[in-house]
């Protein structure tokens, strides 16, 4: 027997729909909240794809978009409490890709070292099926293969390749994993 979605499910699907399009989010699909909502400031593009699952019962997660820049989160991924996203140039995250709390992941440093030096902003990929432990940063140039593991409290400035589990300040691989095709982290 195939169970209806009661109304308050619908009315909340209908209000992340219309928050979504207030916000100027182009979604594949609607998006879960759990808790509450995130803090959204878009002035660029944010792509979501299907299942995406924002949960933030303690602190919310603040996405920023600034002018030109791009969003892009794929399938089937989360993100966890006070999760912080700053996009400046390109971030794009993957397909099932799990965010833990108070991560921070930004693809500028926001201010210039010295006069001679400008500010740097430079694109971050975050692969499919990657776990982000708690409380890591993910710098401006980042780039971490599909299926791999940041320990949580890492910064991650670098490449980490596919199938990885890295740790530190910055990270780097201590391991490489044994990642059967097709297998999701849940």
């Given at each position: 027997?195939?169970?209806?979605?009661?109304?308050?499910?619908?009315?909340?699907?209908?209000?992340?729909?219309?928050?979504?399009?207030?916000?100027?989010?182009?979604?594949?699909?609607?998006?879960?909240?759990?808790?509450?909502?995130?803090?959204?400031?878009?002035?660029?593009?944010?792509?979501?794809?299907?299942?995406?699952?924002?949960?933030?019962?303690?602190?919310?997660?603040?996405?920023?978009?600034?002018?030109?820049?791009?969003?892009?989160?794929?399938?089937?991924?989360?993100?966890?409490?006070?999760?912080?996203?700053?996009?400046?140039?390109?971030?794009?995250i993957g397909r099932n890709a799990k965010i833990g709390d108070m991560t921070y992941i930004f693809d500028t440093d926001f201010h210039q070292l010295s006069p001679?030096?400008?500010?740097?902003?430079?694109?971050?990929?975050?692969?499919?099926?990657?776990?982000?432990?708690?409380?890591?940063?993910?710098?401006?140039?980042?780039?971490?293969?599909?299926?791999?593991?940041?320990?949580?409290?890492?910064?991650?400035?670098?490449?980490?390749?596919?199938?990885?589990?890295?740790?530190?300040?910055?990270?780097?691989?201590?391991?490489?994993?044994?990642?059967?095709?097709?297998?999701?982290?849940?």
């Amino acid at each position: 027997m195939c169970k209806k979605p009661s109304l308050r499910r619908k009315l909340k699907g209908l209000s992340i729909k219309l928050f979504c399009k207030r916000k100027k989010i182009t979604v594949s699909g609607t998006p879960s909240f759990s808790g509450a909502w995130p803090y959204i400031s878009n002035k660029g593009t944010i792509e979501l794809g299907e299942q995406c699952h924002f949960r933030s019962f303690r602190l919310h997660q603040n996405i920023s978009v600034l002018a030109g820049a791009r969003l892009e989160i794929g399938d089937g991924s989360f993100l966890n409490d006070g999760v912080n996203i700053c996009a400046s140039k390109s971030i794009k995250i993957g397909r099932n890709a799990k965010i833990g709390d108070m991560t921070y992941i930004f693809d500028t440093d926001f201010h210039q070292l010295s006069p001679e030096r400008e500010i740097k902003k430079a694109s971050v990929a975050i692969g499919h099926n990657v776990w982000i432990g708690a409380n890591s940063m993910i710098l401006a140039g980042a780039s971490i293969g599909d299926n791999s593991v940041i320990a949580a409290g890492s910064i991650v400035a670098g490449q980490i390749p596919a199938n990885s589990l890295a740790a530190g300040t910055p990270a780097k691989v201590i391991k490489t994993l044994n990642i059967p095709n097709g297998w999701l982290r849940t």
